[in-house]
């Protein structure tokens, strides 16, 4: 057979191709390419992100009233960088980036499964897999039911009684003062089942929360199970770190997975789960041993060093090889790299952190910062400036005080040494359980968290919520917790609401959320609903005003509950670090508020100056700022040599090897903690009937348990495959692709197993956040939830949730 | 009566009504094949209507056993080479068989388009596009343009020998001949020019194509010669037929071997690992049982011991021999497929899975089916009581 | 096009920004084979426990300059735009044989196994500026052509040349490690140009002679 290769033929083709591609279909690009008029309204909106909690800055396309794409908005530094210098050089020219979820977030504005109207419960059983039995109720119907429940408890004196949980990235001001006001102080966020292991680590250490880290200027990257190329939260860091790497910096990362960020590194170091902190222990040995550390540094800005040089004495790379099975070998030549190679940073985030001994071992590892001198420089890590709008505090009324006496159900601060504020989901739940708490909770408020998937122990979480004796969830979806609820309300999507974001960049920046397309289904925004049901109940503050009608800036009533809160925000941007008012946010560029300040190093070496000294309180040397009635507020400083010094936000004011206040406190469970970041096994270690260790993980298509209903993300991945070390699977005789059985004491649950090399021998693991039984139609039995194969279970220092802390067996 | 007439004087009422008289054997043939048929015509109107969503094929593996099940079937138009035979070649013996193959010759081409047309996404814009917009580059346009040639000719040859037009037989005959070497070949071609999947790249499935319609031809013939005793083929011309046929199952044999020792032998891992898919890998199975130990070993043993040369045995060695065909077309189409187009891929399976589903399987079912019924009918009801048990041409030069 | 590999985190934004912009449509949930994705990214692990890499490949049609995509269609419904170097679809036309996707050497084509539902996207939540999809074609991925298309017709009206770096197709736009470059390559000054000339550069399976329009850079 020949073929016709003449040349005019091929001519032929490209010109009648022209044609073709012009008739056929009526496009509205075919008019718009010869010159017609465009036959729709197009503009584009500058807003906020909020598929997951990193808040990018997003524009949106709107065509004829509907949101038809999302793009990055160039002039948001949370996705270009986490470093002024970078961004002010370069954003313009290589422009923003954001994530797949956020490409995605037109399908979840558009979801078909979205809850529409408000829901009211028929059938009073409760459990999975019952029908609600659901009866769609008016607004008003569900307005006063809600108002009346929560009216009739607080009228009782037992406002205390209501849980509170919300999202921790939008309209959470609203939601505190409320609860605030009403008189709870059970109030939650979801931070304790992300990241408050770490948080203690660091506050332990440096003093600060969440010091980040500045890649662009490192030349060596030391990660312990931290993903943040695939597990994306802040976008940023994707293009950071390949441009560290491209400017010659050396990234490694010690994972029990090779995460998409051990996939860019140069070397991936597989460790078993939760041993990091021994790893790290070791390091500190090897570099004090060569003599490589910054004994400049450490004299001047530690404390508690001699202590933990006598600590690591013994602690060996052949003693770590024994307990984290790196060779010692690796050890030792990655603790030299790293001490030599500068500017050098280390971080570690909740891989290690969601074990029970992952605060110390977090601590360990953030001393290998203190060792080296490598903390708060250029490309080191940074203790970011991170002002933004404020929190006006309200004063609640005499009611509402008695409550708030009250202790939390979670036990709070007494309870946990390195409580944070978001609670402790587990703890509510376990004594919701067993009643041994110091009340029993009646109504619950849950504000877009799926309880129910997201916390270890789903069966229990089902079983806890059951007990409320009124139950409100406001969700965009029916969530599996929605489906425990007696009303559900329909929340908005971020594309239907306003927020005020501040950016965890190195510096103070504040991005704007707004409205870019009406609430679909009329409903009202969250920060609404919250508002109406104050106003439903009466709720008034300490001096009588109605707060959720009074505004903020006019202190006139205001009826419309979008225009209060417009104002409420207002009030925020004006009296918070921006300055501005709503509208002048709405107008600067990309509506992005950015403080041309810039990223500031050495924070901790700042004197501070008088006029931050007037009104200050002096205890043991810390210098503290005084509430109006005199109380000491915030520590800002305190006396270095006589010299009052910013230093760190730690008891001593320097970074601590050792903390002295541990000697006199006791974890949760009633442990005394130890003063130095001693390494201790897990609790829960496998044993022959479970071997192998069970972990999880996010991966850049979905966030948490709440995108997997996005058509565009399920067509990236159709479900969560359970990664199996090769070798082990061989072993085991389990084929790739075949379908196995996961169990633990717990529990069990069906998987599809995927053969890899790149898992650790003695580990298996999954992607987070399938497995749905709700949700909507997509995500509905699709992949696997390893939810209740563990026991709902928090770290005892800092409530931090022990997603990682599970042994298995599988078999076919 | 002339088979037009014949055909059109075909009444479904008298068909129905006439289901009552049949023997059992004939009704259960009828029962079984007339829901197959039904349900493969219901399942090909869902797809056209659904789409292809029911079908074991994704957009890595985007041909499946539908393409096979065409290949089969239009490798199955084979039946004209041995109806050439006596035609071209003036083997006087095999008069015996022309009529009969020619006509299935007809029947399976029709059939196998059938099955191409469900298998297209958009059927109905072919009969446009083909003519509006051909492309000449392409083996699938030439493969439809040779098919139809080819049809041409094996219908005037049928029409022909049919009227006992002489002349006409041999130059159509001569005519037909070509077009099936060339339209054979061509349904090769369309896996043999694929340059993105190496298994098929070269010139050995256009040739192969041809081989196993000459095979896929004598199986054919010899189990109708088996099945219907007034077919009244003498014993030496099955005899023939049957050593022609060991002799091309041992070639093919041997174009099978080197196909795939080439392809082991090839440090192209995209190559290497889809031979190493049909002897040792996911579709050893199918390989070994099917194509080698029924589809070539049993039939050519079967053949080599005179004692097994009975009606009975006959039956069982081209069944087998056509079951080896149509796995070796399914291999065949998989083998190209299964190994992913980025070739080394460790998060994935090194093959992609390969599956049957209910719909595809239907459809092919029925496709068989209806070819079975349709032969059937005509051979009792048209064959067998015009009394052609020897083609017309051949009664008059008696 | 040029792909960093070093840059490239293996995100999938490309991916979904893709699909978005050009209305690409979902529904096909059951496998991973079946997503329509005009730009899939495959991911490649080579090397035994702990020493092993994972290569992430965003892959983009290559528009490759002698395709065999275009060789294989019966009815020229996928072709060559000579004057832009883009390989093309018209939906117009195909009759969905599939013979494209087989003869693609990078298995860049998807084909629609049926009507396109399961989004709420159908309800006129589209790009204006992109036809929509119906059963039994296949499609892939057009480098943004109404996007090219657009900037031709500004700079026409202009009366000037189009800029470096003017045309941004949906997966350069996103991309998380600005990984990707677009540009046009028979412009030896262009950035695409600059970059493709470098030693990092290389395309895939060269020996084809497809002669494909995405070049590559080598990661480290």
Redesign the interface.
Known sequence: ?S??RKKF?AAAVSS?AGLLAMKGFKSKSQADDKGAKRDYKEEWVPSCCNMCGGQCGILVRVVNGKAVKIEPNPHNPNNFSNNSEDFFKNHIAEGGLICPKGNAGIASLYDPDRVKRPMKRTNTDKGKDVDPLWKEISWDEAYNEIASSLKKLRDAGESHKLIWFSEDHSFTHIQGDFCELYGTPNYSNHSNLCDTARKASFLISMGDERPLCDFINSQYILLFGWNPLSAIKWSHLARLIPRAIERGAKLVVVDPYLSGTAAKAQEWVSIRPSTDGAMALAMGHVIIKNNLHDQAFIDEWCVGFEEYKNYVKDKTPKWAEKITSVPAKTIERLAVEFASIKPAVVDVWSGPGQHSNGVYGGWAISLLAALTGQIDKPGTIVIPGNKGNKHIHLHPDSAAEKGLKQPRIDGGKGKFPYFHKSGVYTEYVNRMLDGKGPYKPKIGVIVFQNMVMSLPGSKNAIEALKKLEFLVVVDTHMSETAMMADIVIPGTSYLERYDLNTHWVNWPVLGLRQPVVKPLFGQPAEYEFVCEIGRRIGIKDHDGKDVFLSGRISKKPVEDKTKWYEEFLSGELIEGEPKISLDELKKLPGAVWISQKGTKYEKFREALKPEKLAGTVVENGIIYTTMPDGKKDKRIGFFKNGVPTRGFLTPSGKVQFFAEKHLKMKDASGKPLTPLPEYFPRDWRPDNKYPLYLINWKEASHTHTRSQNNPYLIELKSENLLMINARTAKRLGID??ERIWVESPYGKVRARA?L???IHPEVVGLQHGFGHWALGKIAKDRGTSDSDLRPTKSCMMSGQALHKECCVKIYT | MKIQEFVFNIRIGDLLSNIRLEGRNAKLLIYISGTLILAGAAAALYTLI????S?AV??????GVLIAAYAFFVSSVGCCFVGSLESVFRVESYKAVTTRALFLAILIVVVGMLIIFV?????F??FI??LI??????????M?FNYLVYLVFITLEYYAIENGKERLIKTAGVLAFIAAL?AH??VG??FG?????PFWYGPYMPIDFILHAWILGFSIMLLIASIYKKFNVDKKLTDNMWKLLAVLLIVNFFFAFWKIITGVYASDPAKSAAALSIVAGPLSVLFWLFEIILGTILPVILFLNPRYHTRKWMFVASAMSILGMLFTKINGVYA??IV???A??????LY??LSFSFTETIIVLGAIASVVLVYAYFEKYYFETNNVPLSKSASKTK | MVIDLLRCVGCEACSVSCKVENNVPNG?YE?D????LWNRV?????GDHPNVK?TY?ARPCFHCENP?C????????TYKDEERGLVLQDYG???????C???????V???????PSGTNISEGALNPDVEGRY????EKCTFCIHKIRAAEEKARKENRKIKDGEIVPACVLTCMGKARFFGDLNDPESTVSKLARTNRSFTLKEH?GHNPKVFWLKSI
């Open positions: 057979m073929f016709t033929f009648a790739d692709g995927r890899t090399e790149g | 659904a789409g292809h969503g079908f994704d957009n890595t593996v985007p041909w298998e297209l996404g958009m059927p814009r072919i596009q083909y917009s051909p492309n000449l580059k392409s083996p699938i346009w030439w439809g060339i070949s061509t071609s369309v020019l694929l340059q993105a999947r190209g497929l992913p187009i980025e080394i891929d460790r998060e994935r399976p992609h899975e | 096909n496998r084979g079946r997503s329509i495959i991911t490649e692990e080579r994972r490949w065999s275009v060789k294989a269609c019966p009815v020229k419904a036309k195909c009759i969905g044989c599939k013979s996707m087989a003869a693609c050497p990078y298995g084509r998807s084909f629609n196994w049926r009507k059963a039994g074609v296949v084809l």
